[in-house]
């Protein structure tokens, strides 16, 4: 994949940087939000860039929104670690989750500063406390299990172990990866934030290694896909005869594509007693948070509530 850079905006023009962008329910769900937040003639457009491309692609996305005085601001998804790895010389001000977890995931202009943000804690959190039960670590016992050590990984675990939740946080942290690098920096970042945690990282190149390391996994637990697979890659980080930890929560943070993962999890959900949710609400968050800070605006209960039933009913 060759990267294609926009041309020079001439209407204000938040970005979407990504890999398949033009298959995005954003694209056509943008326009539609524009109305509901006042957004008048603010339009959307995506940069396409392969997985782990050359950090001097990176550089040259920022460089031209910095450079563009239309172009606003981005949302990153994908890429998030890599862009920050590349190019994080060239902001003016990242936030402290940005650089406590080495990644961006919001880019912002605001009094000639290119800012960067990395939203996914937050965005995170109020996508699982719309599906995860008050409660339901204290009163189960249960682990966290996330297949993929990417940034909505990393957000993820950080959210959960929040010392506000009390001992309302999961009984151990598992996290898998087919690679290692990613694994060691969540195994930092997680050792870093709760020590006192039992956490497992285990390396694992296929899918029969993520069903023998969920094998290991108690009953009510939370089963995360945070792999990508399933959406811009094919497949799943399981196997068919994966077999799902009883009465567990299980999300996909994927909304389009095959969503293998989450056909696996239905053809057992009745039989092992699984509550499945798939990435949409996530999406939702993720994209509010980050326009709220592009165009600055404060991203109520109300506008959300208005974009959530206008969204499902486009979805």
Known sequence: MKLKLP???????MYFIGVTTGKSSIMKLFPEWANVLGLDGAVIKGIDIAIHADPEEYRRVVEFIRDDELSLGALVTTHKIDLYEAAKDLFDELDPYATMFGELSSISKLDGKLIGHAKDP????????AFVPQGFWENHGGELFVMGAGGSAIAICSTLLEGKHGRDIPSRIVVTNRSEPRLKEIERIVRTLRPDVPADFILTPGSEDNDAAMLGIKSHSLVINATGQGKDRPGSPLTDGAVFPQGSLVWELNY???LDFM????VSASSRELTIEDGWIYFLHGWTQV?????HLDMTQDRFDRIERLSAAIR
């Not at 056909?263 to 239905?266: I, L």
């Not at 326009?291 to 165009?295: L, M, T």
């Open 263 to 266: 056909k696996q999890a239905n």
């Open 256 to 258: 389009r594509g095959e």
């Open 7 to 13: 041309d020079k905006a001439t209407q204000p023009t």
């Open 122 to 129: 937050i965005t995170s959190g109020l996508a699982m406390e």
């Open 291 to 295: 326009i709220a800070e592009v165009f």
